[in-house]
């Protein structure tokens, strides 16, 4: 089993320095590779410590017992390391989402280019796990989200992950121009993770997937099957576009919560109430339509008309 870290794109910039994308590779013996990438939005950073998690859990397994790795796994941690240096969601300067711009091209613009050494790097692959963390504005349950198209084969994948929701969208909702898009319409299979909120970490989150990515990576025969790990502590309801339901605010102010995220809601039941920040009035409530699940909470307080508040997933037979 051997470690090392390589540079999978370079490219000079402007002035004297270099923009690099790295990768950290465990090699052990000749089974399928895997890799994780994270940090494709430089607002999200839970994927960078699920990375971490992954690592040392990794450097503990050569180690302890090296030849336990048949495989090989390719962790990337900063896919926009401009975005994360400045804070910033899309690649700076080009204004542009990194994640709209696959299957990228070797003579684009350097978001294009960026992608393009991606897919390169990441073609052969028999699991790639994207995560993502949402935006400042939303916390997302630990979640898996599928294009119908690939479903048969992504989502008994995602049931091992170890989270709470597969949620599989529509054909018709698909932006093709994504990196799990671009991967699973060459035959790499990508597995779409959102989990917890931007600029911040949910450490429970992180170590709940970290679990599950390690149990898929056993049963894909990455890590040998007398690898003992922690147990799988969740397994997923699946959400589809028919029992999906977005809450929207009635007014602009201040969103005061008042459940808990990933809550069992009662149709009618209150979930906050946004207020005015100038005298004593409720301005609106938010309440759920159905009886469900509440797997989207808004996290930001200040929202307009309009803003996305919630998502709850309807149980099945619920009143509507
Ligand atoms: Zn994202």
Redesign the pocket.
Known sequence: MTQTTETIFSLAMPYRETLDIRRTVYTGGNGPRVAVTAG??GD?LEGLYVCHRLAAWLDELQHSNPQHLLGQVELYPALNPLGLDTLTRSVPVFDSDL?RSFPGSQQGDLPKRLAAAVMTALDGASLVVDI??SNIYLREIPQVRINSEFSDLLVPLAEQANLDLIWIHGAATVLEATIAHSLNSRNVPCLVVEMGVGMRLTPDYCEQLTVGLLHLWQELGVLAPEVVLPPLTHHPLVADDSNVHYLNAQTSGLFVPATAHWTDLRRGELLGTIVSPFHGAVLSEVRSPVDGILFTLREYPLVYEGSLMARVMARKGGAR
């Open positions: 494709i939005h999200e994640n993502h963390a």
